[in-house]
DNA sequence: AATCCACAGGAAGCCCGGGAAC
DNA sequence: GTTCCCGGGCTTCCTGTGGATT
């Protein structure tokens, strides 16, 4: 007897295999990138024959299928080159090693074969440079570098990596470097240096955002895959993408969708997966994103949001700035910790409207003057988890104390 | 038309912590 | 270890504003 068996024994009769509908699976057909795949090819081709290609920069919304797209190119030619002649294809994601020294370390890695590897930590960047540069050329052939998520590096440690990474075509004689960038900020470009810039994107490929037919035909293909036969109610694809194209058609955010309309189903036991099925996958995947951020609001901004609440539920006003403004004083007192002003406290509240937590206003009062007038734009399960949040705890501890001293 | 309320919202300065340079 | 610098959070200061009231 295990505690998993009751578990096992209601497994999925639904989903096939559930890999197909992660988000880091890569599909054997990109449909609906076909043209965005040919430019990227006939830029990169070159590298087949050992001739340098251009350096491309790829921008495009987050899942309008940018890393999907490389990395299966990156398949295809490893497939046209398979013993790595003339051309290497190497994948690093920025937001995962974002300083300098884990970039290059990351790459070398993956191009040297031999021992002498460039140590986790310890060297310095000069020191890994010139190991890289030997590298490189000792491999004699195209090193196409992809940098995923490049405007991480950007971020937290500027342009030096790029203009090391395009300036070192000019040392090498047997080897070359290309570079493909992807970046889902669509003013990447702007915020470097114009030297880099023009090395940088010698090419540009911009991904639109899907369209909701796409993300129809994305979705059927997927579910071909990962769904047992029959299982879907014929309303659900068409839906599920309907509601993603108008959110913002992110394919990931589609399929998404889709599993959790799936596990949902599962979950309830049913044969088939319906509309209702997605609506409420819907709800849910949106509760939790707001449980996200909520959670990951930094204390004042708790504060401040608990103090809403509380007003919010008196019922008899409306919450103007000025009044959250001293609940959230006599909050701060009871829980200990200093208060902002008000200013602060103004800001707050602006952050928690652009956050859609909140639906501030102005608006004026007369002589009553003109403030914000602010509504909750979150639902009862939400506020209850609000109140639960650990930072709130000695408030509750307090009360019941408080009245046992008074009897 | 003028007044006045209770803020909005922008600009500038202060302060503190962390990382780099010495 | 000390100093310097930088960025971001926060405060201070200031001007602006819509509309009920005078």
Redesign the pocket.
Known sequence: MSIFDSSKNKRSTLIKDRNILQTTYIPDQLPHRESEISSIVEILTPALFKNKPSNILVTGKTGTGKTAVVNYIGKELKKEDPEERNCCFTYVNCEIVDNTYGILFNISNQITTDQNKIPFTGWSLDRVYDTMLSDIEKGNKIFIIVLDEIDRIFQKSGDDIFYFLTSMNEVLKNSKVSIIGITNNTKFAELLTSKIKSRLGEEKIIFPPYKAEQLQNILKKRAELAFEPGVLEEAVIPYCAALSAQDSGDARRALDLLRVSAEVAERNGDAMITEAHVMSARNQIEKDTVKEVIETL?A?SKIVLKSIIEIHERKDTTV????V?SVYKEMCNSLNV?????????????ELDMLGIIH?R???????????EIELNISKDIIEFIKKDELFEPLLKHKPVRQTKLL
Do not use: C, L
Not at 362 to 372: A, D, I, L, P, Q
């Open positions: 930094p004042q103007t700035t000025g009044y403004y200093n208060a902002s002003k008000e200013k602060m406290v103004a800001n707050i509240i602006s501030a102005v608006k004026s009062f007369g002589r009553n003057g003109r403030t914000r």
